[in-house]
Nanobody, 122 residues
Framework: QVQLVESGGGLVQAGESLRLACAASGFTFGLSNMAWYRQVPGNQREWVAT???????SYPEYLKGRFTIDRDNGRQQVFLTMNNLEPDDTATYYC????????????????WGQGTQVTVSS
């Protein structure tokens, strides 16, 4: 049974940093590409970062330089370090395993975790 448990969110001021963590189980983590997404109520889930099973990282252009994704295969965890946070980064953040298809990353598992809330005040 796939489980994804996100943590590390909180209320911060603009310019501060946060490090999110996602503990994964129920699938072969070390062979999986992992990603972070975020969602604001009323909007679609937005892709934030991917780290492939090779360690290669990718981000949307507008997040490059501020967000960094990492993974620990031994602990089956994926992390997202967010620097210089902006109010527009306010969202619930989720992780999932992903595959690349039709020029985009697709989440593999429908059983999303509860997410972790990030709120950035101006």
């Amino acid at each position: 049974q796939v489980q994804l448990v996100e943590s590390g969110g909180g209320l911060v001021q603009a310019g501060e940093s946060l490090r999110l963590a996602c503990a994964a189980s129920g699938f072969t983590f070390g062979l999986s590409n992992m990603a972070w997404y975020r969602q604001v109520p009323g909007n679609q889930r937005e892709w934030v970062a991917t780290i492939q099973n090779t360690g290669f990282r990718s981000y949307p252009e507008y997040l490059k330089g501020r967000f960094t994704i990492d993974r620990d295969n031994g602990r089956q965890q994926v992390f997202l370090t967010m620097n210089n946070l902006e109010p527009d980064d306010t969202a619930t953040y989720y992780c999932n395993a992903v595959n690349w298809s039709a020029s985009r990353w697709f989440p593999l598992y429908g059983a999303w975790g509860q997410g972790t809330q990030v709120t950035v005040s101006s």
